[in-house]
Structures are given as C-alpha cells and as structure tokens.
DNA sequence: TATAGTAACCTACTTATAGTAGTTTACTAC
DNA sequence: GTAGTAAACTACTATAAGTAGGTTACTATA
C-alpha cells in the first residue's frame, strides 16, 4: 500500500513550477491526500471541494483524474485489501501446520489493522459517525448477552472477564456474517445455521447437518 | 416491533377528511412508511423529499414530528434492536442447558434476519449500494482463502463444502467483530488476540493467555 | 524564435437533497 | 361566530457531487 509515500509525492510535485503537474504524479497524490481524508473524516462526512482545496487544485482536475468519489473510494478499498489480502496469505504460506497457520492468518489481520487503525475502519467497517455509535451499543447488549451465558455455564470458568468480553463479540460477529453469507444460501433452514455455530463452539461427536 | 401496520394507520387517517391529522397518528405513518423505503434503498439512497411524497405531505411536517433523516433512522434501528434483543432473551431463557441456549438463541437471530431481510441488511449491515459489493469481494477472498486452510487440513473431513464455506465466513465475521472490540481494548496484543481465536476453533488443554 | 498542438488546469455552472423561515388553513372551545 | 392553536404549506438556503466550456503553460517542429 503506498509504494511512495505523500511527502515524497509532493517533493516530485514542488519541481513543477506553474503547477503544470504529469497525470501520474497527479492521481497518486489525489489518492494519497483523499486516504487520508476518508481515514480522518469516513466518506460520508469527506467532500470532493475538501479534497480539492488539499490537493490545491480544482475540482474538475480531480474528476478528470478519478472519475468520481464513488470510483476514488474504491481505488483506495481494493488496494488496501489486497495487500491485507496478500500479507494473510503470507503468513498462512510460511506456517505449517493449521493450528501455526491459523495464529499466523490471524496475526497478520490484527497487525494490519493495528498499523491502519482509522483507515481500516473508514474502509471495511462502516461509515463512521451518524449510527456506528448506535450499532455499537446495539451490539454491546447483545455480547452481554452471550459474556453472561458464558459466565453462568462455567464454561470458561478459569478465563479473565476481558477475554469472555471478546470472545463474545467475535462469537455476534461469527453470527452476523453468517447471516450474510446466508443471502447467498437462502435454501439453508435457521436451524442449520443455529446448528453450525453452536456445533463449533461446543464440539461435540454427534452426527451433524453439515 | 411495528404494533399497528401501515395499513391500519392509513385506515385510521382517512377518516380524517381535511388531512389535519393527531400528531401521533401522523408519526407512525411517517415511521412506518420510512421504515419501509429504508429496507429498500438504504439510507443515503433514501431522500426526505421521497418520503414526503410517499406519506402525501410537506416536508416541514416531516421535520416537525421526526426531527432529521439521521434521528429517524436512529428510531427505526432502535426499535429494531430492541426487538431482536428481546427475542434473543426470551428464546435463551426459556432453554436451559448451555447448548440449548446458544442454539436457541441462534435460532432466534436467523429467524429475525429470515423476516426482516431486507431491513436487517440496511439497518445493521451497512447502507446498501456503492460498497457493499466490494467489500463483498474482499470478504469472499478472505473466506476462501479460510476455506482452503480448512479443506486442505483435513479438520473437517466429512463435512460439505457449503458447510465449510459458511464456517469460513463466519469465522471471519469473528475476525472483523474482536477488531472492532480491539478499538475499546487497545492494550492487547495482536498475538493475544489471534491466540483467541485459534483456541477457539481448535481447543488445546494446555495453559493460554486468556 | 515563432507558432501549432495538447496536457493540465480553471471559473462558473447545474442538480440533488437536507433542512428552515415565515405563512396559511382547518378544527376546537367558548 | 370568533379566538386560539394544531397541522400543514410554499418557497427558500446551504452544501456537495458532478460538468460544460474556456484558459494557460509546456513541447515539438519549422
């Protein structure tokens, strides 16, 4: 992602006295400026004259170069998951057994959020501001929900409140993609589906719908 | 969720000749008929001029009982939530061994997402359209990339591949819910985390950071 | 060194939509 | 039948995406 950083960009840029800048040139500092934009602002709440005012440049010079917000936004998505895409398969390639590969995936996502904190969320996760905060809390009652069942089954009774916390979270995420995938797969029953978590929670050695 | 439908109202409203309509009469209209067009075309696709129009009214009034498109939305999700909430209570409390509850619970969730598609999708998956497909994509690669591991290890051996597929997407449904979790937990480690879910996925007896 | 061609850029607009100021209409109570 | 008010309206502003049409500065060739 960003073979060339902003700064750089701009250094290239300053030689160009009138502002007569190559195309090339250009588009990657529109792209760069406009990433950091949406990672700051979301894409809502990030406009085209902001970016243009950035770029010190008018609007039409960007239109010509990326064509339109929509387009820009998905310049900067695609790139951005291909290379987390290409850094999981990294590390999955260099682990060898699934349990090493597996924590080697796993670690590579969480390093690339961790390094991409605003970006990854601006991009992946929604457009922030208006209702995240009201989805977050939506989503908070439901993991209390599950951190609770969890608790009162004793079936991590040696593990910290905070790890019951996440796993919950990531169990309502598990559920939630689910659900999606199911707009895919509309002929499978809820019960299956109810079935095929609860089977990889608590595995057990009964035969199973899959 | 919805107690009158938008039917009843309507009936309820014609009586009124003059189109001087209760407040509060007027308000469920306005909610319902919202609640519809959102389901349809997402929240930025849908504009307060169209749901003037669909309710047969000016815009101030819209304004005047409802506030703003956001606060709107915010009541619709709300409400929305706190259905799916109850109904995922009420079917966990009413079982009673562990595996009952998750697997009630579940079921409660997919049974609320089977009635509600649509609104489900633009209420808590995201605002249709533009992305969506995109971030499809990036998800499909990920899950398939998931699938694969599990295919290729064998750890699954008997099962399906729309089993597996939908396991994959799950599991990094599960992936993308701690990363948003991390954002409130910003002290743990990446490997922390990747443990996590590889310990889920595949118990082991021996001693982890949990 | 003049000038034709073109790549890069600009000003000023249109369109769409959230939100509002100020006014009018119909029902209600006396 | 008239005063008060709840409900509604017309006509506007502001912001932001996107565009039409024209201008400027570099480049190649005479």
Redo the contacts with the bound molecule.
Sequence with gaps: MSRENLKNIEKQ?SV?????????L?IAQIVLTARTMFAQNGY?????????KRV??????????V??????FKMILTEAGQELQDRIQNAVDEASTLESKLKAGGLAFFNFVKEHRQLWLALFVNDQGLFSKDIALIRKEQSDLVSNLIVSSNAFENSSLTYISGIAHALNGAYEALAIWWFDHPEIEPETLANWITELLLPTDLPLNR
């Excluded at 006295?17 to 090339?24: A, T």
């Excluded at 064509?67 to 820009?72: A, E, F, I, Q, V």
């Design positions: 840029i160009y006295k009138h502002g007569k800048v190559p195309k090339e250009r809502t709440n990030s406009s085209m004259d902001e970016l243009a010190r440049v008018s609007k039409p010079v960007i239109y010509e170069l064509g339109s917000k929509d387009n820009l």
